[in-house]
């Protein structure tokens, strides 16, 4: 978030020639209707797992990013995913920095001032993926941004601390593909979710937070070699 499935728009033909490939937008995001009521990780992930059902697909191998790869990891806790590929997705309390920019009065920085574009301009292509994405935030306007702010106080310390024990419990193969430039989510979290999760780390030199946007043909080889 805020963007789509357009993040993916180069890399998936690339991963297309050996996989079945599916992007669907997020709830809210897209072209897909926002969840009604409740914007937790655990809503978003009951979302994608009825997604599997109506697609009759028991297992996936998903790769996710950011906010997309904390829903392939509920669903890979549900017993849907066969693998699991991580972009710039801190496996536990890292994501909690997130929840402390969404209070009040920290809120006015990002989710207010920037409406979202803040997080588009650090993309290495930050021009071309806000043509793909900027109509949506100026045309929903507050609603849009409350949406992003009200996932991230839905956030809670309990269960992303235990979340990955969990995961590791769980047998799911893991791997992490992240850039090395990601302004978000920098290094130092890759390394650290690498070890909590015994997971290895493939770094995309000069990748920042959208590498599967900015580097599509790195990320799309790092996730090949890495579902085997």
Known sequence: MPTSSLLFRDAMPLL???FRVLSPDLPGYGS??????????GAHAAWLIQLLDAL??????????????LLGIEA???GRVSSLVLTSCPAGLGWMSSRVMAWPGLELF?????????YLDKAERAGALKALHIGRIASEGPVFVERMRQTALAFGLREF????????????????????RDPLFPIWQARATARALGAPLTLIPGGRHTLPFDQPEAWARAVEAALG
């Not at 897909?32 to 990780?41: P, Q």
């Not at 009759?56 to 790869?69: I, S, Y």
């Not at 601390?161 to 090395?180: E, H, M």
């Open 32 to 41: 897909t209707e926002a969840l009604r009521g409740e914007h937790s990780v």
């Open 110 to 118: 990002f989710y207010r001032l920037f409406a979202g574009r803040l």
């Open 56 to 69: 009759g697909l028991d297992r996936v191998a998903l790769a996710g990013q950011d906010l997309g790869g």
């Open 16 to 18: 297309a020639r050996r």
């Open 76 to 78: 890979a806790l549900a």
């Open 161 to 180: 601390a235990a979340r990955p024990g969990r995961l590791r419990a769980s047998g799911v193969p893991v791997s992490l593909v992240w850039g090395s």
